[in-house]
């Protein structure tokens, strides 16, 4: 009987190891998401080399489409880093620890990735910054039809502006 509880408690154990598909997935992800936001950034400086010969009222309307596509490329590539985080972060929890960021300067500040919630936490603020650009992104492409609408987008950014602060506080609060 106990030799089949090692056996069973081994495969159990070892069975962490299928970690490694959500890792290499994620990786990929990141790295398609890079080519994407990299490709839209080409494109976009492409498309803007005309700005400057335009007539002042198709500028305006050009320069909130750019500063929008701007932001689309910002969302890409906080996405892309997010996937990389949980990547680094499953691999370090489930797998081993990177060898390679323990003796870098950068990975304190990007890694010390030791439980469950040290993951969570990495993946809400970047998270946090993308529902940020998104909401950027939307006001940029709202046509404000009253007073009503623009208190609405007041009200959103002064929520995010009470968001930011208290997310600062309660991260000077744990230093």
């Not at 050009?62 to 680094?88: Q, R």
């Not at 919630?117 to 006001?139: G, S």
Request: proline letters at 1%; hydrophobic letters at 60%; zero cysteines.
């Amino acid at each position: 009987m106990r030799v089949l509880e090692r056996f069973f408690e081994g495969v159990l154990w070892n069975s962490r190891l299928l970690v490694i598909v959500a890792v290499l997935a994620s990786v990929a992800i990141a790295i398609v998401m890079f080519y994407i936001a990299t490709v839209d950034a080409i494109y976009l400086v492409g498309d803007v080399t005309h700005y400057v010969a335009l007539d002042q009222l198709v500028r305006d309307k050009e320069h909130a489409k750019i500063v929008a596509h701007v932001a689309e490329i910002v969302d890409g590539y906080l996405f892309a880093a997010i996937m990389i985080i949980f990547s680094f972060g499953l691999y370090e929890l489930f797998i081993s620890r990177i060898e390679a960021a323990e003796t870098s300067e950068f990975a304190p500040r990007l890694l010390l990735i030791r439980t469950l919630d040290d993951l969570k936490e990495r993946l809400a603020k970047v998270v946090f910054l993308i529902l940020i650009v998104r909401y950027f992104e939307y006001a940029l492409q709202s046509d404000i039809g009253g007073p009503l609408d623009l208190l609405y987008l007041a009200v959103g950014i002064a929520l995010i502006a009470l968001s930011l602060y208290l997310t600062g506080k309660s991260a000077a609060k744990e230093a």
